[in-house]
């Protein structure tokens, strides 16, 4: 079974869910949700919203998926030779996400303490 990804959002879709357009070009186009299938269809450029992936590695927030893999692998086959921009621009993905799931957490409790007063 193949997983595809959105053609919108580029998120993976597992077999069973999802649906497929076929178009009359004979183009095929993989939709997560409605939400990414209705915004297709209206024409939007998936660049400008906030919560897709392609916005994400516009602005710089999230690495693309060909660097991603090329990053880790670069820097464990040989720890000698390295590319200082590769290792900082990884170490600062890596605490940002940190301080962003902290974040997370600390307004969690927030709401709930919120809640139950």
């Known amino acids: 079974m193949e997983n595809f990804c959105c053609s919108f ?24 949700g409605s939400k990414c299938r209705k915004l297709f269809h209206l024409k939007k450029n998936p ?6 992936y392609s916005n994400r590695v516009r602005k710089g927030i999230q690495l693309e ?6 990053l880790f692998y670069k820097i464990s086959k040989n720890a000698q ?14 605490i940002r996400e940190e301080k962003e799931v902290n974040n997370r ?3 969690y409790k927030k709401i709930l ?3 139950l007063k």
């Open 47 to 52: 660049l400008f919203l906030r919560w897709t």
């Open 65 to 70: 998926i060909g660097e991603e893999k090329n």
């Open 81 to 94: 030779s390295y590319n200082k921009n590769l290792v900082s621009k990884l170490l600062f993905e890596l």
């Open 113 to 115: 303490k919120y809640r």
């Open 9 to 32: 959002c580029h998120i993976k879709i597992y077999p069973g869910h999802g649906s497929m357009l076929v178009k009359n070009n004979l183009k095929i186009y993989f939709f997560c």
């Open 105 to 107: 957490k600390n307004d």
